[in-house]
C-alpha cells in the first residue's frame, strides 16, 4: 500500500458506487491529483488508466507500486483529460467500462503557496496547473482592463468586474498572491471579519482563464462519451455552479432529457437517440462528510450510463 493521500477525495463512496468497479475493469481517472479515486478502483480490482496535466501529481503517481511490472494495473499519462481520447488510442485501448472526473483545482494545488492558487499563504502570481505556459502574473500584467474585467464576470461572477480590474491595472506590477489580493480587497471595500473574502471570485475566474478549465471539461466530456462502451458510467464531480451547469446541460442533451416544444404540438422531427441513459439528480455531500472535509461543502456529482448510441461526432484536443 502506499502511503496516504495528502487530501481526502471528495463524495469517494458516491463516485465508487455510480461507477462500480469490477475486478479486470478499465476505468479513467481523468484528474489523479493524490489518487484517491484511483485508489479506491485499484482496491476494486480495476485497471486504471489516470490522467494529469500536472508533472508533480504523475511524479507522485509513478511510485506507486501498480505502475510497476510487464502488466501495471496503474498507467499514467501526463496530459489533460481533454486529451483522453488519444492517450488511450496510443495505449492501444478504444473503449473504457468507466471513468471519473474530478473538475477544478486539487487539494495539493491549493496548499503549495509556490504554485499561487489561493491567497490563504503568500507565493508567486502562477496558477498554471501544469507548471507551464502563460501565468496569472501575465494575464494580470499584461491585459487590458476590459478583458479583465470580462474573465472575472464570465468566470467568477463577479458583479463589480470592471472595478476590480481597473484596481488591478492600476496597481501593476502584480507578482504576488497578496498583492493581488490586498488590491481586490481594497476595490471592495473588504472588511476583517467578513463571511467571505471577496478576492475568492477573481482568484477563481483568474484560475480558470489561465488554465482554460472550462473549454477543457466540455472537451473532456465530449472525448469520455466517445470511450465508454455500452453500459460503461462517468461519474463528474465539479465545484461551482459554471462547471455544473455545463456538466448538467452535457447530460440532459445526451440523454434526451432537454424540451423540445410544447407536448400539445406534433414534433418537428425525429428525436435522436440517446447516448446516455440512467442520469442520476445531483448528489452533494452529507453534513458529516463536510465536518470531515470543508473543502466538500460545495461539490455536487452528476452521474450517467453510456447506452450503443453513436457518440456525437465531435472534435478533440490533440
Do not use: C
Not at 150 to 175: F, K
Not at 239 to 248: T, W
Amino acid at each position: 500500500m502506499v502511503a496516504a493521500a495528502p487530501h481526502i477525495p471528495v463524495l469517494l463512496e458516491e463516485v465508487v458506487a455510480a461507477l462500480s468497479p469490477q475486478p479486470g475493469d478499465v476505468v479513467i481517472d481523468a484528474t489523479f491529483g493524490a489518487g484517491g479515486y484511483t485508489r479506491a478502483f485499484l482496491d476494486a480490482g480495476a485497471i486504471v488508466h489516470a490522467f494529469d496535466r500536472d508533472p508533480d501529481a504523475i511524479a507522485a503517481g509513478s511510485e506507486w507500486p501498480e505502475t510497476k511490472g510487464d502488466a501495471p494495473r496503474l498507467v499514467l499519462h501526463q496530459r489533460r483529460f481533454s486529451e483522453m481520447s488519444h492517450g488511450m488510442a496510443d495505449a492501444g485501448i478504444d473503449q473504457v467500462d468507466a471513468i471519473a472526473m474530478d473538475i477544478g483545482v486539487s487539494s495539493m494545488q491549493l496548499d503549495q503557496a509556490e504554485r499561487g492558487f489561493a491567497f490563504s499563504s503568500n507565493g508567486p502570481l502562477d496558477m498554471t496547473m501544469s507548471r507551464s505556459g502563460p501565468t496569472a502574473a501575465d494575464f494580470v500584467n499584461t491585459a487590458e482592463v476590459e478583458d479583465i474585467a470580462d474573465v472575472l464576470y464570465r468566470y467568477g461572477e463577479e458583479r463589480q468586474s470592471r472595478r476590480v480590474a481597473r484596481a488591478i491595472v492600476a496597481a501593476r506590477p502584480l507578482a504576488t498572491t497578496g498583492e493581488l489580493a490586498q488590491v481586490v480587497r481594497k476595490a471592495l471595500g473588504h472588511r476583517p471579519g467578513d463571511k467571505k473574502d471577496p478576492a475568492t471570485r477573481s482568484f477563481q475566474a483568474i484560475r480558470i482563464h489561465v488554465n482554460g478549465e472550462l473549454d477543457e471539461l466540455e472537451t473532456g466530456l465530449a472525448a469520455a462519451e466517445a470511450l465508454l462502451k455500452d453500459g460503461g458510467r462517468l461519474a463528474v464531480v465539479s465545484f461551482h455552479s459554471l462547471e455544473d451547469r455545463i456538466v448538467k446541460q452535457f447530460f440532459r442533451d445526451a440523454a434526451n432529457l432537454t424540451p423540445r416544444g410544447s407536448r400539445h404540438l406534433p414534433e418537428t422531427q425525429e428525436a435522436p437517440v440517446a447516448r446516455f441513459a440512467r442520469v442520476t439528480k445531483a448528489i452533494r455531500p452529507s453534513e458529516a462528510e463536510i465536518l470531515r472535509n470543508p473543502r466538500a461543502r460545495s461539490s455536487t456529482l452528476r452521474a450517467a450510463t453510456r447506452t450503443n448510441a453513436p457518440a456525437a461526432s465531435r472534435e478533440y484536443a490533440a
